[in-house]
């Protein structure tokens, strides 16, 4: 069965700063990996995906992830933090190959971000 | 812009009380899912459309149904609201079904029951 961690409920850091949340994956085939970003009282906006090729995958606002096969990782970065990043994040998950022609998305329990002035 | 709407956005009901919940997007995506989010808590899917094919899953309870009368549009309904479907609402879509789709969300909407 697919699942996904995000073993840090919060991070704290620095405006101005680079930033890092982790994300670790488990999946039976091949991973398909997602970020997405919630402000309060707002629906989850996409960042980026990896679907396959270069490990670095950059997104939307600045933000990168780097997958890592071998240590099953997808850690959302950037490299210099705002103040306006402070978000809620979700790493998820699609597993392949396809189970009764759809595998669902699995989201992490989240990571606050907090970036203090 | 292309967009996924959700009405309203705030939403109060009563205990027992049946109450819609609708979503529009102008994607033209297959694909509309339903999920229920809870304090801050990832989301957790209801069900999803496949074009006019209803997915359920199996723990969702039997209290929320769906209806989708076009590709624009997906209603959800909550036939009678207890205290503990209070939570945010969200609806999504994408393309297709397939493993490397990205899901777009709306804004969502909040639900309290009183």
């Known amino acids: 069965a697919q699942s996904v961690a995000q073993p840090e409920d919060q991070v704290n850091v620095a405006e101005g700063n680079p930033l890092t949340v982790k994300c670790t994956y488990s999946?039976?085939?091949?991973?398909?990996l997602f970020w997405y970003v919630q402000y309060p009282n707002r629906g989850l906006q996409f960042l980026l995906k990896?679907?396959?090729?270069?490990?670095l995958v950059k997104g939307s606002y600045g933000f990168e992830a780097e997958f890592n096969k071998s240590q099953t990782s997808f850690h959302l970065k950037k490299p210099s933090a705002l103040v306006s990043d402070s978000a809620l994040y979700f790493c998820?998950?699609?597993?392949?190959?396809?189970?009764?022609?759809?595998?669902?998305?699995?989201f992490g329990a989240g990571t606050r971000l907090a970036v203090h002035p | 812009d292309a967009m996924v709407i959700q009405n309203p956005r705030y939403q109060v009901t009563q205990f027992g009380k049946p109450v819609t919940l609708s979503c529009s997007q102008t994607?033209?995506?297959?694909?509309m899912y339903w999920y229920q989010q809870k304090s801050s808590q990832a989301p957790k899917l209801l069900f999803h459309?496949?074009?006019?094919?209803?997915?359920n899953e199996a723990d969702t309870p039997d209290n929320f149904q769906s209806r989708r009368p076009n590709t624009s549009f997906c209603f959800l309904d909550i036939r009678s609201p207890g205290l503990g479907d209070a939570a945010m609402y969200l609806c999504?879509?994408?393309?297709?079904?397939?493993?490397?789709?990205?899901?777009?969300f709306g804004p969502g909407t909040r639900l309290t029951v009183l």
């Open positions: 994607l033209n995506h297959n694909v």
């Open positions: 459309y496949y074009d006019k094919d209803f997915n």
């Open positions: 990896y679907i396959t090729g270069d490990n």
């Open positions: 998820a998950v699609r597993d392949s190959p396809l189970i009764d022609g759809y595998n669902k998305l699995i």
């Open positions: 999504a879509t994408s393309s297709l079904a397939g493993a490397t789709d990205t899901q777009y």
């Open positions: 999946v039976s085939g091949n991973p398909y």
